[in-house]
């Protein structure tokens, strides 16, 4: 997507090349999608191709039409592949997303990089392997990290799903609860939910005995990753400690009825945002699905460092 197809043979001799597999519904890939942007429109003509590779973790995300909406909302430029079956990511022997692989004219790895972490130092090495190759020196060094920072405490991903092995607490009711800090990482279901390898599904969702969820988690925003069957627009309301989400306490994706109450409308399966917090601590969200078939893939955590990346 985005160029015309074409082989890593093509540039040999003629690029350094910057491989860097990515995933449009992990926070951690989110993230990095910035500096891939900046680093094409700042080094392209001086010899950098920078090449997306998409390897999905999700059933639906094997579907090329929502890696295209995803380019799309992110406002992409670089060619990004479709590795659908995960050819790429097995030739690379890769590990997780997002993961960096600098290519020298030669065709060789000449560094990688696993990890949002350290995209100062990728740079570095671009622009090194720039200069062994045609001489290029940027005029002004690129910007660098600053140390010394208290980003808090986030709660890791959580992923649902028998293949995934999530663990999750069956109750009769969600009751009101005290929060603590032991607890963090804890999901509860309550009501009629089939466990499948990939998500959990809620099979019922009217009245009391309908299909709810709760999480504790710490950390500046908490992100959800959800699909659904059919093409019924379907909503999941949202509740932060036991309360309805505000502008203050909401996520970029939600929305609020005629009686105030905050939910997001589930248009297509991605990553929503859901909730973002000004100081640190335990919270507990409560998902309520209005549409039986709606499907929870996993929920993922900003800390108070990391929650500054490009939104929908």
Same mark, same amino acid.
């Given at each position: 997507?985005?160029?015309? +197809?074409?082989?890593?043979?093509?540039?040999?001799?003629?690029?350094?090349?910057?491989?860097?597999?990515?995933?449009?519904?992990?926070?951690? &890939?989110?993230?990095?999608?910035?500096?891939?942007?900046?680093?094409?429109?700042?080094?392209?003509?001086?010899?950098?191709?920078?090449?997306?590779?998409?390897?999905?973790?999700?059933?639906?995300?094997?579907? +090329?039409?929502?890696?295209?909406?995803?380019?799309?909302?992110?406002?992409?430029?670089?060619?990004?592949?479709?590795? &659908?079956?995960?050819?790429?990511?097995?030739?690379?022997?890769?590990?997780?997303?997002?993961?960096?692989?600098?290519?020298?004219?030669?065709?060789?790895?000449?560094?990688?990089?696993?990890?949002? =972490?350290?995209?100062?130092?990728?740079?570095?090495?671009?622009?090194?392997?720039?200069?062994?190759?045609?001489?290029?020196?940027?005029?002004? +060094?690129?910007?660098? =990290?600053?140390?010394?920072?208290?980003?808090?405490?986030?709660?890791?991903?959580?992923?649902?799903?028998?293949?995934?092995?999530?663990?999750?607490?069956?109750?009769?009711?969600?009751?009101?609860?005290?929060?603590?800090?032991?607890?963090?990482?804890?999901?509860?279901? =309550?009501?009629?939910?089939?466990?499948?390898?990939?998500?959990?599904?809620?099979?019922?969702?009217?009245?009391?005995?309908?299909?709810?969820?709760r999480l504790i988690y710490r950390g500046a925003e908490a992100l959800g990753i959800f699909s659904r069957m059919g093409n019924r627009l379907?909503?999941?309301?949202?509740?932060?400690?036991?309360?309805?989400?505000? &502008?203050?306490?909401?996520?970029?994706?939600?929305?609020?009825?005629?009686?105030?109450?905050?939910?997001?409308?589930?248009?297509?399966?991605?990553?929503?945002?859901?909730?973002?917090?000004? &100081?640190?601590?335990?919270?507990?969200?409560?998902?309520?699905?209005?549409d039986p078939g709606t499907a929870f893939h996993g929920f993922e955590f900003s800390n108070f460092c990391l929650n500054n990346y490009p939104?929908?």
């Amino acid at each position: 997507m985005n160029s015309q +197809p074409f082989s890593i043979e093509r540039l040999k001799g003629r690029r350094v090349v910057l491989v860097s597999f990515i995933n449009p519904n992990a926070v951690a &890939s989110i993230r990095v999608l910035g500096a891939l942007s900046r680093w094409w429109e700042e080094y392209a003509l001086d010899g950098l191709m920078v090449i997306g590779v998409h390897s999905p973790d999700y059933d639906f995300d094997r579907d +090329p039409a929502h890696l295209r909406k995803a380019i799309q909302r992110f406002g992409l430029k670089f060619p990004v592949i479709v590795d &659908s079956q995960r050819e790429l990511w097995k030739a690379y022997s890769n590990e997780g997303w997002p993961a960096h692989y600098l290519i020298d004219p030669d065709g060789r790895i000449i560094f990688e990089r696993l990890g949002e =972490a350290g995209a100062d130092e990728v740079e570095r090495e671009i622009l090194d392997a720039l200069e062994r190759f045609n001489g290029f020196r940027r005029a002004q +060094p690129p910007p660098q =990290a600053q140390p010394g920072e208290d980003c808090g405490l986030a709660t890791q991903p959580i992923y649902l799903g028998s293949r995934r092995g999530g663990k999750v607490i069956q109750l009769s009711r969600l009751k009101v609860e005290t929060v603590g800090e032991s607890r963090d990482r804890e999901v509860a279901a =309550a009501g009629p939910w089939v466990m499948e390898p990939d998500l959990m599904r809620a099979t019922a969702t009217t009245g009391e005995s309908g299909a709810k969820m709760r999480l504790i988690y710490r950390g500046a925003e908490a992100l959800g990753i959800f699909s659904r069957m059919g093409n019924r627009l379907s909503r999941i309301y949202l509740k932060q400690d036991t309360l309805w989400l505000h &502008s203050g306490n909401a996520g970029a994706d939600v929305r609020w009825d005629a009686a105030q109450h905050s939910y997001i409308q589930l248009a297509e399966p991605r990553l929503y945002y859901l909730s973002k917090n000004k &100081s640190g601590g335990m919270h507990d969200l409560v998902l309520i699905p209005d549409d039986p078939g709606t499907a929870f893939h996993g929920f993922e955590f900003s800390n108070f460092c990391l929650n500054n990346y490009p939104h929908n």
